[in-house]
């Protein structure tokens, strides 16, 4: 029998925080992390602003990482290094007391961030900051760890991607505890103009905070959003064995590739309906027992009118009994790191019985009619839960976790 995974910790930098409570908390009450650009100077672009971790984050980080180290890392491999310290910390585990062979790190990332918005980059360090390995290694030599340490990138969907290759490892056997997470941020000059050249992005710049207002009649693009997220995963039977809290199963998953275009969705969610039904047949559930959805809910229009699709397909007329929600109108879209973000905010509805918000709701689309759980957190209680991740190239996951 395939071994049970579990999310023992979670570690989480974002716009909205610096630790697990401070980000659920305000989360929770509906918070925009979205302002102003202050990383450069955004003049002459036709998008000013993001959701960025506060700049706090600089002297909280360095109570998780060593001063030399931190020198050979970008800004945004120090985020995910402290997220991930962050979430071995919440988990209680000693890796002196276990076997580190079997003890591995997988990180989804896009960039390192070493772009014209990074400081402090010299010769000495510009290799070591743009290693796309650099995350999982930092954090396999944190701990010493011996089993696998890489990196996966499949866009947008690369830390959910990292989520279920970790829950692979557990379930046939090949480890015993897995770090799993992203990290991202493009907040910079050459990517905010890129992705306004594609059309792609919002440029509702007054106010920042209206800007991500996923499946609304007037999105006009997603928000560019920074941060981390870290998960240690486990099998249940080493969970149970340390006495280790557990958050929530990951009871399954489904990552595909849809084979259709660089930047567009299958047309009509075709590929995001089929990943999200094999997630469920990979773990055992029945559509009829999701009780909540964290929608992928970028705030596009092609994304958020084809998730909606997806959702009518694969659950019928119960669709518009499940709650769906984004977390994007708050965080913006982090990239990267955006499907280990989303899991965590998932694991924590699961755990506390809250649905998130899906803010700025207030100009419904009439071709988009589910319950997105408008502006206001909802008491609930969830048993099962899907975490939508689709990016650019057709990649698509989904996490199904359950209580």
Sequence with gaps: MPEEVVITGMGMISSLGLSIEENWRNICEGKSGVQRITLFDPSGCATQIAAQVPPEFEEVSKTWIRKRAAGQMTRVTRMCVTAAKMAVA????????????????????????????????????????????????????????????????????????????????????KADVVIVGGADSIINREEIQGFNALYAISVANDPPESASKPFSFDRDGFVIGEGAGVLVLESRKNAINRKAHIYAHIAGYAITSEGYNIMAPMTGGEGMSNTMRLALEDAGISPEDVDYINAHGTSTELNDRYETMAIKTLFGKRAFQIPVSSSKSMLGHTIGAAGAIEAIITALSLQNGIIPPTINYQNPDPDLDLDYVPNIARPKNIRVALSNSFGFGGHNATIVLKK
């Design 90 to 173: 919440d988990s209680g585990i000693h890796f002196d007391t276990v076997d580190k062979s079997r003890c591995s790190v997988i990180m989804g990332v896009v960039s390192t961030g070493n772009s014209t918005a990074e400081r402090d980059t010299t010769l000495q360090n510009t290799v070591l900051k743009s290693m796309t390995n650099s995350m999982a290694a930092w954090i396999s030599l944190e701990y010493q760890l011996t089993g696998p340490a890489f990196s996966v990138n499949t866009a947008c969907a690369s830390s959910a991607y990292a989520i279920a290759l970790g829950c692979d490892m557990i379930r046939n056997q």
